[in-house]
């Protein structure tokens, strides 16, 4: 299987002046393959949101090179077939909303590539449906929750049909509720065969991927699946991170009870080991 995005000995750094900048990213190499739901995490400052700014060349690697299905980004004969690759969405839902009724926006990038008018409409109302925002479709998006309001950027995104969406920091502004929403349409459309990278700095979403990658000082300091990652809870902490609230349940319970698996990092996986245990207890009791 070919990747949709390959970076390779990817460095990066801001300009400060004339005479100095600040390096970000130091030489990142990783591919992102069609179909995954991707975590990347860090903390504040590790170059997470820069390398994600990366993936449809907004940024353009001081050394090393991006390729977005073959497209090096730094070609900008290529930026709109990266640009349609892959889609962004960013932590402000309001900087991305330019129109003064949903559904016109939905359809804002559409008109600007010339999508035929019927098409426009066929890839709106899906898109809108995916995100379950049809019935708002008529609303101005100032009426909405942050919640809603993302899930609309969100819809205006995949109408321009990408390969992958990325979402940066897309849920840090939300309340739970609205970052509850986001969730479950980044997990529905991974089920839908959609690429997803998440930038984030809450391990609870971060658990909900099948891959995560740890950047710390511009460098990919970890890659693999969450429940490796999360394993190594002494190297977490010291790049100043933690992880997951069930995660961290799972292990005072599993002190006391050691049938109880301490290897649980998402909701669902700790609400069925109580039920097991409980079973299983209930079972010795009997």
Same mark, same amino acid.
């Given at each position: 299987m070919e990747p949709i995005i390959v970076l390779e000995n990817v460095s990066f750094s801001y300009k400060i002046n004339e005479n100095s900048s600040v390096s970000v990213l130091k030489n990142a190499s990783f591919s992102i393959f069609p179909g995954e739901y991707v975590a990347i995490i860090g903390h504040n400052g590790s170059g997470k949101s820069t390398l994600s700014k990366h993936f449809n060349g907004l940024l353009t690697p001081g050394s090393g090179d991006v390729w977005v299905h073959g497209h090096n980004t730094k070609d900008e004969s290529k930026r709109l077939d990266i640009r349609k690759a892959v889609g962004m969405v960013f932590q402000h839902p309001d900087?991305?909303?330019?129109?003064?009724?949903?559904?016109?926006?939905?359809?804002?990038?559409?008109?600007?590539?010339?999508v035929p008018r019927a098409e426009m409409k066929q890839r709106i109302d899906e898109a809108l449906d995916v995100v379950k925002m049809t019935e708002f479709r008529k609303r101005p998006p100032h009426h909405l929750s942050g919640g809603q309001k993302q899930r609309v950027a969100i819809a205006g995104v995949l109408a321009m049909q990408p390969d992958c969406i990325v979402f940066d920091e897309s849920t840090s502004m939300l309340d739970t509720f609205g970052r509850n929403e986001v969730l479950q349409v980044m997990r529905k459309m991974n089920g839908m065969g959609m690429t997803i990278i998440t930038v984030?700095?809450?391990?609870? !979403?971060?658990?909900?991927?099948?891959?995560?990658?740890?950047? #710390? /000082?511009?460098? &990919?300091?970890?890659?693999?699946?969450?429940?490796?990652?999360?394993?190594?809870?002494?190297?977490?902490?010291?790049?100043?991170?933690?992880?997951?609230?069930?995660?961290?349940?799972?292990?005072?319970?599993?002190? !006391?009870?050691?049938?109880?698996?301490?290897?649980?990092?998402? #909701? /669902?996986?700790? &609400?069925?080991?109580v039920k097991r245990v409980s079973r299983a207890r209930s079972g010795e009791m009997g």
């Open positions: 900087n991305q909303i330019v129109a003064t009724i949903v559904e016109e926006d939905v359809a804002f990038g559409l008109e600007n590539i010339g984030t700095h809450r391990m609870s !979403e971060a658990a909900e991927a099948d891959r995560i990658i740890v950047v #710390e /000082d511009g460098k &990919i300091v970890m890659d693999g699946p969450p429940q490796e990652i999360f394993k190594h809870k002494k190297v977490l902490m010291d790049l100043q991170l933690d992880i997951p609230t069930v995660s961290q349940i799972a292990e005072i319970v599993h002190n !006391e009870y050691q049938i109880f698996s301490k290897e649980l990092i998402k #909701e /669902d996986e700790l &609400i069925d080991e």
